[in-house]
């Protein structure tokens, strides 16, 4: 299988945590799992980065050798000045470029998955792209209307039923079609993507204690209850809603198959503090798999050689399970990928 990796922002810590993804998983096991390796990149932005941070590498042919692996390039246009820890435009030029081209190369069957490096999201649109987030611009490029954002570690999976909008926005975001349509995606990705065969779903609440019974908030009893109850006739296996902060506190967590929180930080914020820098960003909906490790660029420690590089070397492990696990669940007589 192909995995296509995007180049990130060659201002953080994208091309650090990618190349000690590649040392976490040596060549053999890479060979062994069928996986090849294409990058999306500007060649002189690449080797000025590998330079500035002393690794010993090579490019002959849209080949580069590092660490003993061989990556085939997907030479990018858009060259970007090297100046670690700083928001510059020509950078988020180069990383949409790179995005552009890792889609397009899922989209036209070229490469089963997608691993996106870390971007900045100011770079992004410094460099005039006109969207929120990673998940979003796959999910247009793939016209796709309501992917699923999950966020997931060995042990856990949460997804979102509204993804990167502002908290005051929220509560009106959270519709009866909003959590109908995350549990759908959900259900979906835990069985097609990370291969339960009947997965278990938690789904929280939106409001503290779940809304008290209507004392803290309505929506829990005007719009989640009955998506549960009506979901649960379709042959979903669902419980909730649950407090988010007991849920999590109290190990209620580890019941579940998979958790649909309402917005962005109820989830997240718990799975990153569980994953202990190993979580991971997938995309659910897509017509390819798409991963990328759980965290942003940290300008703060670019160049220093501090980056953890667990969360990519999951992600790109990751990315090569879920397209195994699709390969099976598609190959099943009569269900295909639904």
């Known amino acids: 299988m192909k995995v296509a990796v995007s180049c990130g922002d060659i201002n953080g810590v994208a091309l650090e945590v990618f190349l000690g993804a590649l040392q976490i998983h040596a060549p053999q096991v890479l060979a062994e799992q069928g ?5 999306a990149a500007e060649t002189q932005t690449l080797l000025a980065g590998l330079k500035f941070l002393g690794v010993e590498a090579e490019i002959h042919n849209q080949v580069l050798k590092v660490h003993g692996h061989s990556i085939t390039l997907i030479e990018c246009s858009s060259a970007a000045q090297l100046r ?7 950078a988020g030029a180069l990383a949409l470029e790179a995005l552009e081209r890792v889609a397009d190369l899922a989209l036209d069957g ?16 410094l460099a005039g792209a006109d969207f929120p987030g990673q998940t979003e611009f796959f999910a247009g490029r793939a016209a796709v209307d309501h992917p699923v954002m999950i966020l997931c570690s060995r042990e856990l999976r949460v997804g979102l039923a509204t993804i990167h909008i502002p908290l005051r926005r929220v509560a009106e975001a959270v519709t009866r079609a909003a959590v109908e349509r995350g549990v759908t995606q959900l259900d979906l990705s835990l069985r097609r993507d990370f291969g339960f065969e009947h997965p278990r779903i938690a789904v929280l609440g939106l409001n503290p204690h779940a809304g008290e019974e209507g004392d803290i908030g309505r929506e829990e ?16 296996t669902l419980e909730g809603p649950f407090p988010a902060d007991g849920f999590f506190a109290h190990g209620a967590w580890r019941n579940f198959d998979g958790v649909l929180a309402m917005y962005h930080d109820q989830g997240l914020i718990p799975l990153k503090m569980l994953a202990g820098g190993g979580g991971v960003n997938a995309t659910g909906g897509l017509p390819f798999v798409r991963t990328s490790p759980d965290h942003g660029t940290a300008f703060g420690i670019a160049g220093k050689s501090l980056a953890d590089p667990r969360a990519c ?3 790109l492990m990751q990315a090569v399970h879920m397209v195994a696990a699709r390969a099976e669940f598609d190959a099943r007589p009569g269900r295909g990928s639904d």
Request: aromatic share 0%; glycine share 4%; net charge negative.
């Open 221 to 236: 009893i005007e719009v989640i209850s009955p998506v549960i109850e009506s979901m649960r006739r379709t042959g979903v």
């Open 35 to 39: 996986v090849e390796l294409l990058l």
């Open 110 to 125: 070229t490469a089963q998955a997608v691993l996106t490096l870390p971007v900045n999201k100011k770079a992004l649109h």
């Open 84 to 90: 670690p820890g700083e928001l510059q435009a020509d």
């Open 313 to 315: 070397a999951e992600a």
